[in-house]
C-alpha cells in the first residue's frame, strides 16, 4: 500500500510540475512585471467569472438553493473525469499486475473497478436528471 501511494504521489508531482527555461534577464524586468500584472488580472477576470456564473445558475433555476446545486452538480461532473481515470488505472493496476498471483487482490481490484465506474456514471448522469426534474416537472 506504501509503494502504491508513493507512486501516486511521483505521478501527481510529475503532473503539477513545469518547465523552466533561462532566458537573458537584461532589460526584462517590465515584462516580468506585465506578466504577473496580466496573470493577477487573469485570476481576477476568472473569480469574476465564476461568481457569475453562479448568478447565472441561480437565475437559469429561478432559485438560490437550486442554483447553488445546479452550480455544485456541474462542478462534480468536471472534476469527476480525471477522478474517474485514475481509480481506473489503481484498480487495473490491483487487478492485472498484483492480482497475477492472489485472486483476493484481482477480485479487490475487480470492485474497486465497477465501484468507480458507478460513481462515475452517476456524477455524470446526475446533473442531466437534476436539470430534468427541476425544469420539466418544477416549471
Known amino acids: ?9 511521483l505521478v501527481i508531482c510529475v503532473f503539477l510540475t513545469s518547465m523552466l527555461f533561462a532566458t537573458n534577464t537584461q532589460g526584462t524586468t517590465n515584462k516580468i512585471e506585465n506578466a504577473e500584472k496580466s496573470a493577477v488580472s487573469k485570476i481576477v477576470d476568472f473569480k469574476a467569472t465564476q461568481k457569475h456564473t453562479i448568478e447565472d445558475y441561480k437565475e437559469a433555476y429561478g432559485s ?40 483476493d487482490t484481482r477480485d479487490k481490484g475487480f470492485a474497486i473497478m465497477i465501484s468507480v465506474i458507478t460513481v462515475f456514471v452517476i456524477a455524470q448522469v446526475l446533473p442531466l436528471i437534476f436539470a430534468i426534474v427541476v425544469k420539466g416537472w418544477r416549471g
Open 1 to 9: 500500500m506504501k509503494k502504491v501511494l508513493t507512486i501516486i504521489t
Open 64 to 103: 438560490e438553493s437550486y442554483g447553488l446545486t445546479a452550480y455544485a452538480l456541474s462542478r462534480i461532473q468536471i472534476y469527476s473525469i480525471p477522478f474517474c481515470f485514475i481509480g481506473i488505472a489503481l484498480s487495473a493496476i490491483y487487478q492485472y499486475v498484483l492480482g497475477i498471483r492472489r485472486l
